[in-house]
């Protein structure tokens, strides 16, 4: 009877997870990372054509893909449109939650979220729902209480769900960040290093500041490592001795290790990497952000003491290059904010969230 019972529980079959998360970094590494995580489980994924996924999820997971726009802001004939789109989209993914015979769905949220979440609902299967930023997207605020659970990124962002079931588990981080990763760039050891990084498309008008500022900052010793994007019709004007400039680099992990001081715009997914790694930042929140995400991001971390708030509107090159210089100048400062940036980190943020689907999968 023994041997029976054990071969049973050999041959249990893994539990069944799509994973429904598209578009941006800031979605898809928090879902990658988690999935990374759940070894038990049989994982596939949803995501949505000519997105970012097609290159980093389909060699580690089979993807499915369908055809989702984001909402409206007004009503009009465009938002009947995506609401016919909507109702076709939930049907295709009920149809590959059947057949697939899964178990349950998470998400990172998005405009992907939608479907994936109504699918899952009117199928009666259970639907984890992660919200990075403080202040929740349109679809997480809509739809999240439908979900199992909530996991939110930071303990602010309940405030604004209070339908949904929510567990504060910050937001996943590769699992490079969590290593010491080496840094490939010829930089001395002993010389302080700027690092300005404006999201995944870069930031026009901070690189614009950056570079009037960075004489200065040259003159005070310092390197600047300028991740500039892939839009900036000036990135090539400036050259120095003391200054990288690339649109963007792979080993975020070994250069945020490296750093002193970032100026960094506000997602979610960039203060993560920089509460982990524990670097003081000034963040400019990008204006035209939907709901203005990036300064509700911005204000958890100034008022903790991690970082410096910075309206694009009102900053300007002389205000940007004496806050650095002035923050250069002051060890103790900079390991203070140091200190209040590390506090804000989850390192365990994939564990708990892998945890936390296992505990709602059927």
Same mark, same amino acid.
């Given at each position: 009877?023994?041997?029976? =019972?054990?071969?049973?529980?050999?041959?249990?079959?893994?539990?069944? %997870?799509?994973?429904?998360?598209?578009?941006?970094?800031?979605? !898809? $590494?928090?879902?990658?990372?988690?999935?990374?995580?759940?070894?038990?489980?049989?994982?596939?994924?949803?995501?949505?054509?000519?997105?970012?996924?097609?290159?980093?999820? +389909?060699?580690?997971?089979?993807?499915?893909?369908?055809?989702?726009?984001?909402?409206?802001?007004?009503?009009?004939?465009?938002?009947?449109?995506?609401?016919?789109?909507?109702?076709?989209?939930?049907?295709?993914?009920?149809?590959?939650?059947?057949?697939?015979? $899964?178990?349950?769905?998470? @998400? @990172?949220?998005?405009?992907?979220? +939608? /479907?994936?979440?109504?699918?899952?609902?009117?199928?009666?299967?259970?639907?984890?729902?992660?919200?990075?930023?403080?202040?929740?997207?349109?679809?997480?605020?809509?739809?999240?209480?439908?979900? #199992?659970?909530? +996991?939110?990124?930071?303990?602010?962002?309940?405030?604004?769900?209070?339908?949904?079931?929510?567990?504060?588990?910050?937001?996943?981080?590769?699992?490079?960040?969590?290593?010491?990763? /080496?840094?490939? !760039?010829?930089?001395?050891?002993?010389?302080?290093?700027?690092?300005?990084?404006?999201? #995944?498309?870069?930031?026009?008008?901070?690189?614009?500041?950056?570079?009037?500022?960075? &004489?200065?900052?040259?003159?005070?010793?310092?390197?600047?490592?300028?991740?500039?994007?892939?839009?900036? &019709?000036?990135?090539?004007?400036? =050259?120095?001795?003391?200054?990288? #400039?690339?649109?963007?680099?792979?080993?975020?992990?070994?250069?945020?290790?490296?750093?002193?001081?970032?100026?960094?715009?506000?997602?979610?997914?960039?203060?993560?990497?920089?509460?982990?790694?524990?670097?003081?930042?000034? !963040?400019? /929140?990008? &204006?035209?952000?939907?709901?203005?995400?990036?300064?509700?991001?911005?204000?958890?971390?100034?008022?903790?003491?991690?970082?410096?708030?910075?309206?694009?509107?009102?900053?300007?090159?002389?205000? %940007?290059?004496?806050?650095?210089?002035?923050?250069?100048?002051?060890?103790?400062?900079?390991?203070?904010?140091?200190?209040?940036?590390?506090?804000?980190?989850?390192?365990?943020?994939?564990?708990? !969230?892998?945890?936390?689907?296992?505990?709602?999968?059927?």
């Amino acid at each position: 009877m023994e041997l029976v =019972k054990e071969t049973n529980t050999l041959t249990k079959a893994p539990r069944r %997870l799509l994973v429904a998360a598209s578009g941006t970094g800031g979605h !898809l $590494f928090p879902a990658i990372a988690t999935a990374q995580q759940l070894h038990d489980c049989h994982i596939e994924w949803l995501g949505v054509p000519d997105r970012m996924e097609t290159q980093l999820v +389909a060699s580690l997971y089979p993807l499915h893909t369908i055809a989702v726009e984001g909402f409206q802001q007004r009503f009009g004939l465009g938002t009947v449109r995506i609401l016919g789109g909507l109702a076709s989209s939930i049907l295709q993914v009920r149809r590959l939650l059947k057949r697939g015979n $899964f178990q349950g769905v998470f @998400t @990172t949220g998005g405009y992907i979220a +939608a /479907p994936a979440i109504l699918a899952a609902r009117s199928l009666g299967l259970p639907m984890i729902l992660h919200e990075s930023n403080v202040f929740p997207g349109k679809v997480t605020r809509w739809f999240s209480p439908f979900c #199992s659970a909530v +996991a939110i990124g930071f303990e602010a962002t309940a405030q604004y769900l209070p339908r949904a079931k929510t567990v504060v588990t910050g937001t996943p981080v590769r699992s490079q960040f969590l290593t010491r990763e /080496p840094l490939n !760039l010829p930089i001395p050891d002993n010389v302080p290093v700027i690092l300005v990084m404006g999201g #995944s498309q870069g930031a026009v008008a901070v690189n614009q500041l950056v570079r009037q500022c960075a &004489p200065a900052w040259f003159d005070a010793g310092a390197w600047v490592v300028h991740l500039t994007g892939n839009n900036d &019709p000036d990135a090539e004007s400036l =050259k120095h001795t003391q200054y990288i #400039s690339m649109p963007f680099y792979d080993n975020m992990a070994g250069l945020l290790q490296r750093a002193n001081l970032a100026i960094s715009r506000s997602g979610a997914s960039a203060l993560t990497e920089l509460a982990v790694t524990g670097i003081p930042s000034i !963040l400019i /929140p990008f &204006p035209y952000a939907a709901d203005d995400h990036q300064s509700f991001n911005a204000e958890v971390f100034a008022t903790s003491g991690a970082a410096f708030l910075c309206r694009q509107s009102e900053l300007t090159s002389e205000l %940007l290059q004496s806050k650095v210089l002035h923050l250069l100048s002051d060890a103790e400062y900079l390991k203070k904010m140091s200190e209040a940036a590390s506090q804000l980190a989850v390192t365990d943020s994939a564990e708990r !969230l892998a945890n936390l689907v296992r505990q709602f999968l059927i």
